[in-house]
């Protein structure tokens, strides 16, 4: 059975070089949206329990936004 390396190998080579760009992208948010101080700094202790409270109080205010839209149709 033939096998087409070059095709495997370019196609190993253009994931590697997307992962490079994808890591160097990730580090520029990172490093721009304040997560590397608040990780450098200690601020978050615990990565789980952080993303679970930044979870819940996203579905809260979404909680709020469904009410406070209900209520404007009712008050109008």
């Known amino acids: 059975m033939w096998v087409d390396y070059s095709l495997r190998i370019s196609r190993i080579f253009s994931i590697t070089l997307l992962m490079k760009k994808l890591k160097k992208e990730l580090l520029i948010?990172?490093?721009?949206?304040?997560l590397k101080e608040i990780?450098?700094?200690?601020?978050?202790?615990?990565?789980?329990?952080?993303c679970f409270s930044v979870e819940v109080s996203f579905d809260a205010n979404a909680r709020k936004n469904r009410?406070?839209?209900?209520?404007?149709?009712?008050v109008s």
């Open 29 to 34: 948010i990172f490093n721009e949206s304040g």
């Open 39 to 50: 990780f450098i700094n200690k601020h978050v202790k615990n990565l789980v329990g952080y």
């Open 67 to 74: 009410t406070g839209k209900l209520m404007e149709g009712i």
